[in-house]
Nanobody
Framework: VQLVESGGGLVQTGGSLRLSCVASGSTFTINAMGWYRQAPGKQREVVATINRVDGTTSYGDSVKERFTISRDESKNTIYLQMNSLKPQDTAVYYC??????????????WGQGTQVTVSS
């Protein structure tokens, strides 16, 4: 599975951005996808995830009500609509795909990351 993100950039506080992630390769094996982010000096944290089977979504507490994850199965693509952006949202955003690898085990695939910078 290969993942390619796009859509990052520089935006002012309160602005919006939409990230995209296109999956290729053995996409039929993917059962969940999501977005994670990592700010300088901090650990990578989950932003939002979406279950590929039933479309169930989940969000990190800091982005609830502001970010929305969605998918387009026909394009093997997920999106992250980010509204009301804050300086603390500044980070490298990574796309993730998860595939089953045995009972209670899974493999994670990552994109190269896209920088999001929110100026105050």
């Amino acid at each position: 599975v290969q993942l390619v993100e796009s859509g990052g950039g520089l935006v002012q506080t309160g602005g919006s951005l939409r990230l995209s992630c296109v999956a290729s390769g053995s996409t039929f094996t993917i059962n969940a996808m999501g977005w994670y982010r990592q700010a300088p000096g901090k650990q990578r944290e989950v932003v939002a995830t979406i279950n590929r089977v039933d479309g169930t979504t989940s969000y990190g507490d800091s982005v609830k009500e502001r970010f929305t994850i969605s998918r387009d199965e026909s394009k093997n693509t997920i999106y992250l609509q980010m509204n009301s952006l804050k300086p603390q949202d500044t980070a490298v955003y990574y796309c993730n795909a998860r595939t089953p690898a045995g009972r209670w085990m899974f493999d994670d695939y990552w994109g190269q990351g896209t920088q999001v910078t929110v100026s105050s």
